[in-house]
Antibody
Framework: DVQLLESGGGLVQPGGSLRLSCAAS????????MSWVRQAPGKGLEWVGFINGRGSTTYYADSLKGHFTISRDNSKNMLYLQMDSLRGEDAAVYFC???????????????WGQGTLVTVSS | AIQMTQSPSSLSASVGDRVTITCRASQGIRKDLAWYQEKPGKAPKLLIYYASNLQSGVPSRFSGSGSDTDFTLTITSLQPEDFATYYC?????????FGPGTKVDMK
């Protein structure tokens, strides 16, 4: 079965850092781009960023550039989201999602994890 | 960034109703538009990709149409499990952007 499993969420103080992980299984991980998507409580879905299959190219939501960093380790089938200088508005459920191809225009995200909750509070 | 709008923001419907949700992009995105269903506590579910392609395993009562800037999601006969929030997403260019969502609830 194709599966994504996020971990690493929890409570962090404002200004703190957190690294989320996403373990992939059941598909050729390095062949697919991946993204993180978040959903704040009571709000809509927000695309966070994107990394290509080789991990050589990343794109981010304009508001998150320099604030979040996406990386991957294809030898371990792992995707990561490093979040720094966290603010209250970063509190959300964070999902990792598998893209259907390598770059934009490949047909969106067909597999999603269940999400991990990040709470930002002092 | 490309802005996505959806209408209506919410609607009330009954089982068996035909439901139509529209999504508009601020600039042309060819057919690089997907529709997702979201239920509380669950991961979003891909329904439609490339504007009109039905994702494997999704019931045929769901369909999508449109291109360039105007898109539509149609549910031909609403079922109890279809009460949810629906989002469009453009993946034509970075940053990808979601619409604000349309909540479908029971009349």
């Amino acid at each position: 079965d194709v599966q994504l499993l996020e971990s690493g969420g929890g409570l962090v103080q404002p200004g703190g850092s957190l690294r989320l992980s996403c373990a992939a299984s059941g598909f050729m991980f390095s062949s697919y781009a991946m993204s993180w998507v978040r959903q704040a409580p009571g709000k809509g879905l927000e695309w966070v960023g994107f990394i290509n299959g080789r991990g050589s190219t990343t794109y981010y939501a304009d508001s998150l550039k320099g604030h979040f960093t996406i990386s991957r380790d294809n030898s371990k089938n792992m995707l990561y989201l490093q979040m720094d200088s966290l603010r209250g508005e970063d509190a959300a459920v964070y999902f990792c999602a598998k893209y259907r191809g390598g770059f934009a225009g490949a047909g969106s995200f067909d597999v999603w994890g269940q999400g991990t909750l990040v709470t930002v509070s002092s | 960034a490309i802005q996505m709008t959806q209408s209506p923001s919410s609607l009330s419907a009954s089982v068996g109703d035909r439901v139509t949700i529209t999504c508009r992009a601020s600039q042309g995105i060819r057919k690089d538009l997907a529709w997702y269903q979201e239920k509380p506590g669950k991961a979003p579910k891909l329904l439609i990709y490339y504007a009109s392609n039905l994702q494997s395993g999704v019931p045929s009562r769901f369909s999508g149409s449109g291109s360039d800037t105007d898109f539509t999601l149609t549910i031909t006969s609403l079922q109890p499990e279809d009460f949810a929030t629906y989002y469009c997403l453009q993946d034509n260019s970075y940053p990808f952007t979601f619409g604000p969502g349309t909540k479908v609830d029971m009349k």
